[in-house]
T-cell receptor
Framework: KQEVTQIPAALSVPEGENLVLNCSFT??????LQWFRQDPGKGLTSLLL?????REQTSGRLNASLDKSSGRSTLYIAASQPGDSATYLC??????????FGTGTQLKVEL | ETGVTQSPTHLIKTRGQQVTLRCSSQ?????VSWYQQALGQGPQFIFQ???????GRGNFPPRFSGLQFPNYSSELNVNALELDDSALYLC??????????????FGAGTRLSVL
């Protein structure tokens, strides 16, 4: 059974700081990995999708890496802003075409 | 905005009742997935529908059932509600069931409270 873990569970940083969110998964037989953003009480917004054959993806200030063999992914956020405050979820696509999510990292960027 | 709409946004039910949640997929998407997200947890996969047929199911009891209609909109039905069913229910649509693409677009969710 696939299990996805995210560390840390919560993070508070001052504005402008670069930060790294971590995600690990137990079964390396995945098709892809996605990072999502979730604002309080809202749905999910897809940030980045990395196919299993890729090592990283970039979108603006976000960079996600994938090391499938070790079961790890990181989301790097450069020059953080208060608007980045949200919960960040990683999810892997495995058998059955379903997403298995981690429990998320709650990020707060303070002025 | 993802183009995926869910209704209602909030719902309060009592234990033992039945509930129907609705989802309208993004235009052109023929695959819809439902997820349950308890407070402080990540979403858990309930089931997926592809062209009106169930196409995968998570670890949820049979009292969780679904439908997908010819226009690819979808319903999630939950019978005999239990207190633990209180959660945010998320619907996600995707262009097809190709898991290598599998960009799922999520709605804002329905917040269900069972008293």
């Amino acid at each position: 059974k696939q299990e996805v873990t995210q560390i840390p569970a919560a993070l508070s940083v001052p504005e402008g700081e670069n930060l790294v969110l971590n995600c690990s998964f137990t079964d390396s037989a995945i098709y892809n990995l996605q990072w999502f953003r979730q604002d309080p009480g809202k749905g999910l917004t897809s940030l980045l999708l990395i196919q299993s054959s890729q090592r990283e993806q970039t979108s603006g200030r976000l960079n996600a890496s994938l090391d499938k063999s070790s079961g790890r992914s990181t989301l790097y956020i450069a020059a953080s802003q208060p608007g980045d405050s949200a919960t960040y979820l990683c999810a892997v696509t495995g058998g059955g075409n379903k997403l298995t999510f981690g429990t998320g990292t709650q990020l707060k960027v303070e002025l | 905005e993802t183009g995926v709409t869910q209704s209602p946004t909030h719902l309060i039910k009592t234990r033992g009742q039945q509930v129907t949640l609705r989802c309208s997929s993004q235009s052109g998407h023929n695959t819809v997935s439902w997820y349950q997200q308890a407070l402080g947890q990540g979403p858990q996969f309930i089931f997926q529908y592809y062209r009106e047929e169930e196409n995968g199911r998570g670890n949820f009891p049979p009292r969780f059932s679904g439908l997908q209609f010819p226009n690819y909109s979808s319903e999630l039905n939950v019978n005999a509600l239990e207190l633990d069913d209180s959660a945010l229910y998320l619907c996600a649509s995707s262009l097809d069931q190709d898991r290598t693409k599998n960009i799922q677009y999520f709605g804002a969710g329905t917040r269900l409270s069972v008293l």
